[in-house]
């Protein structure tokens, strides 16, 4: 049978950095693999943050988001059953940053695919410097997300302090005894430099399976998340990143979460991923002249009025 693992993890949390590192850990080892992105938006970003890795070894699938939840799940499954026909070793998903980690375990015992894959590791990714205030809904999204994690791994942690790292670990096993969840985070958290990993580091991972845990399932389609497209964006990096701070530190824009996407300036690409407490951009082989802003309740007309003025 096919493993297959799923990483998780709120939105901007690393997730696709993480799946690079982790699949070319795989790859190197003579695994074949395929990668199934699950975004969000209708338009998949982090499928082209992932290209570097396609080759003979390894495929990249993507299920568009953009549906609505039984759509989705159908998607969901054909690609999947359509993937287990490919005699992979193991296949990696990641799903959006607001995906009900149930349709993962249903869709694996429904026929074919309980015949055809197994589940292999389900590794949880959050920032270790999260924000404290979180809407009730994304309280869910990170209590359900880390509650059968196998591991649970902090990413940007050369980033953050000692107190920080301790915050963040009190606020997931708050989160979780909110949702009526008895498990409990301590000895089970990666809390290491990713640059830093080891063979043993990922021969853990490899091994950490997933758990099964019981929560008060909350979760609903009308919880207010959307995202906005900015196309053919005629923008500098560095004016960029002052619009996605503009965004994300004014209410009046919404709640947003994450800002992501390609620019082109003077003939070179350049990527750009920004959260609450960072903004990284940096050149790129390739990319696609659109800016994503992901949040609650989006303000489009003020959204669209920042970068209507760059």
Request: charged share 25%; net charge negative; no cysteine.
């Given at each position: 049978m096919i493993k297959i693992d799923l990483i998780t993890g709120f939105l901007g949390s690393g997730k696709t950095t993480f799946i690079k590192k982790y699949a070319k850990y795989l790859l190197d080892k003579g695994?074949?693999?395929?990668?199934?992105?699950?975004?969000?938006?209708?338009?998949?970003?982090?499928r082209m943050l992932l290209q570097e890795l396609q080759s003979e070894q390894c495929d990249i699938e993507t299920v568009a988001g953009a549906c609505d939840r039984d759509c989705h799940k159908r998607r969901f499954k054909t690609k999947l059953i359509a993937m287990g026909m490919l005699g992979y070793d193991r296949v990696i998903i990641e799903p959006s940053g607001i995906f009900d980690i149930d349709e993962f375990f249903d869709s694996l015992h429904e026929e074919p695919l309980d015949r055809w894959y197994e589940t292999g590791n389900v590794i949880a990714i959050v920032d270790a410097q999260l924000d404290e205030h979180l809407s009730d809904s994304s309280e869910y999204l990170l209590a359900s997300q880390t509650a059968n994690a196998g591991a649970v791994v902090l990413s940007r942690v050369q980033y953050a302090s000692d107190e920080?790292?301790?915050?963040?670990?009190?606020?997931?096993?708050?989160?979780?005894?909110t949702f009526g969840c008895q498990r409990i985070i301590d000895s089970d958290i990666v809390s290491k430099n990713w640059e830093n990993f080891d063979e043993s580091d990922y021969e853990k991972l490899l091994s950490c399976g997933c758990r099964k845990e019981s929560f008060v399932k909350r979760f609903s389609d009308d919880n207010g998340y959307q995202s906005l497209y900015v196309m053919h964006c005629q923008i500098t990096p560095d004016r960029l990143c002052e619009k996605a701070k503009q965004l994300l530190d004014s209410k009046e824009h919404g709640n947003i979460f994450r800002v992501k996407g390609f620019v082109l300036?003077?003939?070179?690409?350049?990527?750009?991923?920004?959260?609450h407490k960072s903004i990284d951009i940096h050149p790129i082989p390739n990319g696609q002249e659109i800016i994503i802003v992901i949040g609650e309740h989006l303000n489009q007309e003020k959204i669209s009025a920042v970068f209507e003025k760059s």
């Open positions: 695994n074949r693999i395929g990668i199934l992105e699950n975004d969000f938006g209708a338009v998949n970003i982090d920080e790292r301790s915050a963040v670990i009190a606020h997931l096993n708050r989160s979780l005894q300036d003077g003939g070179k690409w350049f990527e750009i991923n920004a959260a």
